[in-house]
């Protein structure tokens, strides 16, 4: 048990530290669909800031927490848990916003607040939505800080998946069957290699291109951050069917997601999908073991379920069971790679 508690422990700090760093902070604020969305949201809701106390989750350099001092917010607690608290506490202060946001160094779980508060904003998504986990901090806050009828920014998280082909794949697993013509040497036989390499059981972040969709996206989950529990996060499901636009070849299942804001006019939705301008959270790739074939409104169906890993409850593994028209059912599980492995502790 203590090894156990001892690989949670270096497995937090592993996870803090990655945001000790400028690079992700300076990546996370050039997103300017997620910047500026998460602006104008907190600035469309002054009504329910104007005067009030706000709590914002894994504030970073406090971007967010200022912009809740723009739309007129009385007081912010800026929590964060890693160093770059710090560098926060500096920015505050060079905006003169020192009298209106108090930056604590520490997990959500850990503070003590000194009073209940109004509004509660995070940008809590990881890739896939989940990968991280850090929803269930502010669940947490939720139930603990929140007060009854408070505001909750983002507060709708919704989960889609379509099916996907992928022309590098295509074109890198071709290449083998080249060879022969250009140096007289046959080395086809590495194909299914090559295609075992190239489609495993890693989620791989990338963007997709429009293009490559093959059918319109289905809704398998979603998510009220007002009523969903923790215990729920352990595992998030839902069932899908689409139809495919054409013929083509299916290599990879597409997820990706989209938080809703709520406002005053209409609702503000922050879409990560292909069809959306490009954000640093992409798409996440789920490959098949090798590609199928489809022929226009061939049927895509299946379940979809997401749950923590093992190792590390903060990275997310997803299950895909799917089956395309004629094809027996398959089913398949997937997870990002854990590249912290390897460091020391």
Known sequence: LSQEKLDKSRQERLYFDSYSDVTIHEEMIADHVRTNTYRMAI??????????????????????????????????????????????????????MEEKIEVIRGTVESVDLPEKVDVIVSEWMGYALLHESMLNSVLFARDRWLRPGGVLLPNRAELYIAPVTDPVVEERLHFWYTIKGQYGIDMSCMSDFARRCMMNSDITVRTVAVEDVLSHPVRFAELDLHSVTAEELRSVRGEFRCESFGSAAVNAFCVYFTVTFPCPDKPLVLSTGPFSPETHWQQALLYLDAPVDVLQDTAVTGEVSMYPSEESARHICIRVDYTIGEQRRQSKTFSIPDWSSDAQP
Do not use: P
């Open 43 to 96: 600035l469309r809701n002054s009504e329910s800031m104007r005067g009030k106390v706000v709590l914002d989750i894994g504030a970073g350099t406090g971007v967010l927490s200022m912009f809740c001092v723009q739309a007129g917010a009385k007081k912010v607690y800026a929590v964060e848990a890693c160093s770059i608290a710090e560098q926060a506490a500096k920015i505050v202060k060079h905006n003169n």
